[in-house]
Structure formats: structure tokens, C-alpha cells
């Protein structure tokens, strides 16, 4: 579980966080692409990303803990794309199969 805090930046970059988890597949001045990957029962470690685009590549079923301590669990199908603004949260796959998302972040 993530403990309150008052601003994102007080967590490190998700592939700087968990590179076991993420790998950093491109950096520019613009933009910051990661490759995720979380095989069954994986959990990653608190971390914070900036606005982002996701394509998840193979879904499955995830749990988010955002950093307000809150949770919810996320069946998430191949394929799908999605935006979210900067945030902070940790993810643990919570389901059978493996997880693997592409991210691109805006720096």
C-alpha cells in the first residue's frame, strides 16, 4: 500500500522504481517510452509517471493502489489504449496470465 503524499514527484520513475518491471525502451527531450511487464503474482514498487499514453499489448487482470492508499482491480483486454494524466500508484497483477504495456510518457 502507498502512503498519502502531498505531490507525485515524491516517487521515483516507474523504470528508475522497478526496472525489473519496466524497461526503458526510448528517451528524448519529449518523451519516455517503457515497456512494462508483470507476469502473474508480480507486484511493482510505488512510483509516479507523467501524463501518459498506455497500449496494453497482452492484458490481463490488475490491482492499482493509487497513492491515497485507495485500490481497484482492473480487467484490462488486449489491445487496449489508454490516457492518463501524471500520477503516482503501484500495480500488482492479480491475475493468471502475464501483463505486458507499452508506455509513453511526456516529459
Do not use: C
Not at 3 to 29: D, G
Not at 57 to 85: L, R, Y
Amino acid at each position: 500500500m502507498i502512503a498519502s503524499v502531498s505531490s507525485a514527484q515524491e516517487f521515483s520513475l516507474a523504470h528508475i522504481a522497478s526496472p525489473e518491471h519496466y524497461n526503458l525502451v526510448m528517451e528524448n527531450e519529449h518523451v519516455l517510452v517503457l515497456k512494462m511487464v508483470l507476469k502473474p503474482g508480480d507486484a511493482d514498487h510505488a512510483h509516479r509517471h507523467h501524463n501518459e499514453t498506455v497500449y496494453i499489448q497482452k492484458g490481463g487482470q490488475i490491482t492499482i493502489t493509487e497513492k491515497n492508499g485507495k485500490s481497484f482491480v482492473a480487467d484490462i483486454p488486449d489491445g487496449h489504449v489508454m490516457w492518463h494524466e501524471a500520477w503516482a500508484h503501484q500495480v500488482s497483477n492479480t491475475g493468471d496470465t502475464e501483463v505486458i504495456a507499452i508506455i509513453v510518457e511526456q516529459k
